[in-house]
């Protein structure tokens, strides 16, 4: 059984909440949140390093510290692909992608759609699927994380205790917007990381180092005996408990089961461009840089801090098998429901487990403040791409002509409905099944964003593709992914004790190879009905592609578009208190945010600008980070 929480472990909890409520406080009082750009995009006033930590810890949220060192216990360091890939993707974005989004001129994913290929459609279905995305993979998930780790370490009640996150990430984000949740980003960053850190030492320790995990993973099998008789189960031997024989592998064969590395290159890394270089959680962090110096830096640090998840997080699951394979590895359905109360797996609460059995007091509760700070820091992320999506995207085009005042206390009502669903969600995650949470959330997003994927590359890099070939395209592979997403869930994998009866399509197809596919199809359709239909004009492929960077002078082909509006006074004492709450600063809130064509092409120009000396430095150290992730896949697949 897992140790308890004692007074000092709760301590440390509490110095968190209250550091980070005075950082997020004090991000909110010195920011400018009256405007758009502020809001939204932090002033597009961050630095390389705020940046950096929060594309870091926007990504490693509580599904991470469950879900990977969860598939770390079962499978071994496959899971670990995921990690070193983003690494070299991140830098895709940052030397990519980020420039066409800072050229362009767009504060959102789908206005980058809208503008590169014109009409509303394609705008209004992506964002729409941004937002599903948000509520049923990383929503849910996080907070099925989040309760899971509560229970196995506190025993408080699950309900108080994720409203209670939930509301506190939300006050932050509705009152701070980006600027808050970025600097607050900052700090659980430095405590994921040690926190992380540490118990990786002492767990590495416990087993004789990294050799020793290779070799007694192979060997962490369960005490059949013993489980029988503790819980009175009877054992047919159908249930795989010995680790599979490519444990040690991160690219596997083919047909493997976890990442058969065909499936992983042509399927998986396309659906993760669309996490990496098409997610307004994501990219809207990056386009809160000064510069794209600074966008560029963010990138690479991040892609740095992307080697460590496999070392603090996926190798400590391994360990935990190593250590509780009696509790981790289920003989039988029932054996996994009497020790986790879930029928599909128990290596959800390897991380936890090992947290609470192997670490001293005081650091127990620097492992509960990390893991509520991986929670809040994807409910931050989510709570502010999301308003901006719905905001820019969907209220505006609603509301033409709204003011900026508006757009902003629209922006935050949002957030207090994204909160609404959250609390609502709560007993459904709470009653969701186990299994490998982390593989859950891939199999979703490679269901439906390959499509996606497909059209953003199609749209930067080539000219010819118009809305209507980008459309169609997407729709046939949405319908395609959706129609084998809910197959899949119709057609449940059933307990280990029990036959496989699904059809071959479902059970013998990775999820992998049905993603390329779906990106293929949807490149293909699109290509050949942009060939078939009239070219887009030249508006829709003004600062919207690659080629355009590649022109020594833009001109005044540049259009920044910037949100106007002006509000009128109001005297009204609950219209003064919103005022203050949401960071309105009397006639700096009233003042039109416009530049004339002048100003945007020099702030643009400014934007893209690269020193010559720091233009070095940054190629040098994309270089060495990407000869990093490639050493990492090279070593860790031998």
């Known amino acids: 059984m897992a140790s ?64 990977l060192a969860g598939s770390g216990a079962a499978s071994g360091f496959a899971v670990g692909a995921w990690e070193f890939n983003a690494l070299l993707l991140l830098q895709f974005l940052g030397w990519v992608f980020i420039p066409v989004y800072i050229l362009s001129g767009v504060y959102t994913m789908p206005e980058y759609l809208c503008k590169r290929y014109g009409g509303k459609r394609i705008k209004v279905y992506f964002a729409s699927l941004s937002l599903l995305l948000y509520i049923f993979t990383k929503l849910s998930v996080d907070l099925y994380a989040g309760a899971l780790f509560i229970q196995e370490s506190l025993g408080w009640n699950l309900y108080l205790s994720v409203i209670l996150l939930i509301c506190m990430t939300a006050l932050l984000t509705i009152t701070g917007g980006l600027v808050a949740v970025i600097y607050t980003d900052t700090l659980q960053a430095f405590l994921m990381i040690s926190g992380a850190f540490i118990l990786m030492v002492i767990s590495l320790v416990e087993v004789g180092g990294l050799e020793g995990v290779r070799e007694k993973y192979m060997q962490a099998t369960p005490n059949v005996t ?18 599979k024989p490519h444990s040690l592998k991160l690219l596997r064969d083919p047909m493997d089961e976890d990442i058969p590395w065909p499936g992983f290159l042509l399927g998986q890394t396309p659906a993760s461009i669309w996490y990496w270089c098409a997610d307004q959680v994501i990219v ?35 360990i935990s098998r190593i250590l509780y394979a009696d509790e981790l590895v289920c003989i039988s359905p029932e054996h996994c429901l009497q020790v986790c109360g879930s029928k599909a797996g128990c290596s959800n609460i390897a991380y936890p487990r090992l947290v609470m059995n192997i670490l001293p007091v005081g650091l127990r509760g620097l492992m509960m403040a990390v893991m509520i700070a991986a929670l809040m820091s994807d409910l931050d992320s989510i709570f502010n791409s999301a308003s901006t999506i719905f905001t820019l995207d969907i209220y505006k085009m609603i509301r033409k002509y709204a003011s900026s005042k508006e757009l902003m206390i629209v922006g935050r009502l949002f957030v207090l409905f994204m909160v609404a669903i959250s609390i609502a969600w709560v007993p459904v995650i709470i009653e969701m099944q186990g299994g490998q949470m982390y593989l859950y959330i891939q199999e979703v997003a490679d269901y439906l964003t390959p499509p996606v994927a497909a059209v953003f590359l199609l749209g ?70 942009s060939l078939c239909t009239p070219p887009p004009s030249k508006e829709q492929i003004r600062n919207t592609t690659i080629w355009d960077l590649l022109k020594e002078k833009l001109g005044d082909r540049v259009d920044v578009k910037l949100l106007v509006g002006s509000d009128s006074s109001t005297s009204d004492c609950t219209m003064k208190t919103i005022d203050w709450f949401c960071g309105f600063k009397g006639q700096s809130a009233q003042r039109p945010e416009t530049r ?23 190629n040098t150290g994309l270089v060495v980070v990407c000869s990093v992730g490639i050493f990492m896949f090279v070593y860790f697949s031998l």
């Open 284 to 318: 809207q962090r990056v386009l809160a840089a000064k510069n794209i110096m600074h966008a560029k830096g963010a990138t690479l640090m991040a892609g740095f801090l992307k080697i460590l998840p496999m070392f603090i997080i996926v190798i400590p699951g391994m």
């Open 460 to 529: 930067i890099f080539w000219k010819r593709c118009n809305e209507t070939g980008a459309f169609y395209g997407a729709m046939v592979g949405f319908v395609l992914g959706a129609t084998r997403l809910i197959l899949a869930f119709v057609y449940r994998e059933p307990p280990c004790n029990q036959p496989d009866n699904r059809p071959s399509f479902i059970k013998d197809i990775h999820y992998m190879y049905v993603a390329a596919g779906l990106f293929w199809i949807t490149g293909t359709l699109a290509v050949v009905i």
């Open 596 to 618: 004339n064509a002048e100003e945007s092409e020099a702030l643009i120009l400014a934007m893209l600008y690269e020193t010559p000396k720091i233009k070095i430095l940054l």
């Open 4 to 67: 308890s929480m004692e007074a000092a472990d709760i301590a440390v909890v509490a110095l968190y909440f209250v550091l980070v409520l005075c950082i997020g406080f004090f991000a909110m009082w010195k920011s400018n949140r009256s405007t758009v750009s502020g809001y939204f995009l932090a002033g597009r006033s961050m630095t390389w390093a705020v940046i950096g930590a929060s594309l870091f810890v926007s990504n490693i949220g509580s599904e991470h510290f469950i879900g």
């Open 226 to 243: 013993e489980i029988q008789i503790q819980y009175n189960l009877t054992y047919t031997n159908s249930c795989r408990i010995h680790p």
